[in-house]
């Protein structure tokens, strides 16, 4: 399989992880929790039986490994959150606000200049987002955060620190690093797991469980890992809308889910500002 057929591939599992997280009957928490344990384990048999030769490991990009695993993990647990409180149209709308925030955080952590073009596609997509969250329909702040909204902002904002901190990863090893990261995430929820969601799942619920840990996690992290490096920045930027597409049309085909004229509005705003994003990414890219 090519290197971009497996990063498709990578997308367009990544995109139906909505839906079937939902199958699981398992809150945020616990669902990233069993995620963490069947990436951490599937991951490790790969890198045990593709390695070669030994690798030499800093020390310094091992903590920014934590480091981006702290960032991960919450993003997890608030990307998960939020389709408990919103379909997954809007959910994933909002969340792929990540690639506006790299470049606005990445231009204030790096002290780059934000253009005005750049402080345009901000505001534009700061207004998808409030469309696409159905903010005319909220009459206070209460009802705002009841539905969800800040969990997908949130989860966004943590992805794109994820994605700031693992530019500082360079050496090591991809696969390595994901086994890092997902065994920080096993570390830090296990204290805050609920063991007795656990008691009444019944079969078809582990199966979307084990299906969402093992499929959704490890495999599409090989995929997407294995595929990366091989693959130019334009050819990354396009592919990647594979994910929203088939998550949103996957809500609205398998859920019913109808998203009003306001909310249209809005994901095609927010989807022009993650374009121009990726485009300014590309060309800052290509110029070093």
């Known amino acids: 399989?090519?290197?971009?057929?497996?990063?498709?591939?990578?997308?367009?599992?990544?995109?139906?992880?909505?839906?079937?997280?939902?199958?699981?009957n398992l809150p945020a928490i616990e669902l990233v929790f069993i995620r963490c344990i069947c990436a951490c384990v599937v991951l490790s048999i790969v890198y045990l039986f593709s390695q070669r030769k030994k690798e030499a490991i800093e020390r310094k990009e091992i903590g920014y490994s934590v480091l981006c695993g702290v960032f991960l993990v919450v993003n997890?647990?608030?990307?998960?959150?939020?389709?408990?409180?919103?379909?997954?149209?809007?959910?994933?709308s909002i969340y792929h606000l990540a690639p506006v925030l790299v470049v606005l955080l990445g231009s204030f952590l790096y002290r780059e200049k934000v253009s005005l073009k750049v402080l345009l596609t901000?505001?534009?997509?700061?207004?998808?987002?409030?469309?696409?969250?159905?903010?005319?329909?909220?009459?206070?702040?209460?009802?705002?955060?009841?539905a969800g909204l800040p969990w997908a902002f949130g989860a966004a904002l943590f992805y794109a620190l994820t994605t700031l901190t693992g530019k500082k990863i360079a050496k090591l090893n991809p696969i390595l690093t994901t086994i890092i990261q997902t065994s920080v995430g096993i570390i830090m929820l296990l204290p805050l797991v609920r063991w007795d969601y656990f008691n009444h799942l019944?079969?078809?619920?582990?199966?979307?469980?084990?299906?969402?840990g093992i499929?959704?996690?490890?495999?599409?992290?090989?995929?997407?890992?294995?595929?990366?490096?091989?693959?130019?920045?334009?050819?990354?930027?396009?592919?990647?809308?594979?994910?929203?597409?088939?998550?949103?049309?996957?809500d609205i085909v398998l859920t019913a889910y109808r998203p009003d004229f306001l909310?249209?509005?809005?994901?095609?705003?927010?989807?022009?500002?993650?374009?121009?994003?990726?485009l300014k990414r590309k060309m800052s890219e290509s110029g070093n």
Not at 76 to 92: D, I, L, P, Q
């Open 1 to 24: 399989m090519s290197a971009a057929m497996k990063f498709a591939l990578s997308m367009a599992i990544f995109g139906s992880i909505g839906y079937f997280s939902a199958k699981t």
């Open 76 to 92: 997890w647990v608030f990307f998960f959150r939020s389709f408990e409180h919103m379909s997954v149209t809007v959910a994933v």
């Open 202 to 212: 019944t079969g078809e619920n582990w199966f979307y469980i084990l299906l969402t």
């Open 215 to 250: 499929i959704h996690t490890g495999f599409v992290y090989y995929l997407f890992f294995s595929s990366l490096p091989k693959l130019s920045s334009g050819t990354i930027a396009v592919l990647v809308f594979i994910d929203p597409a088939v998550a949103i049309f996957m």
């Open 122 to 146: 901000i505001i534009i997509c700061f207004i998808g987002t409030l469309l696409v969250g159905g903010i005319q329909d909220y009459l206070s702040f209460d009802d705002l955060i009841s």
């Open 263 to 278: 909310q249209i509005i809005g994901i095609l705003l927010i989807f022009w500002g993650q374009t121009h994003a990726a």
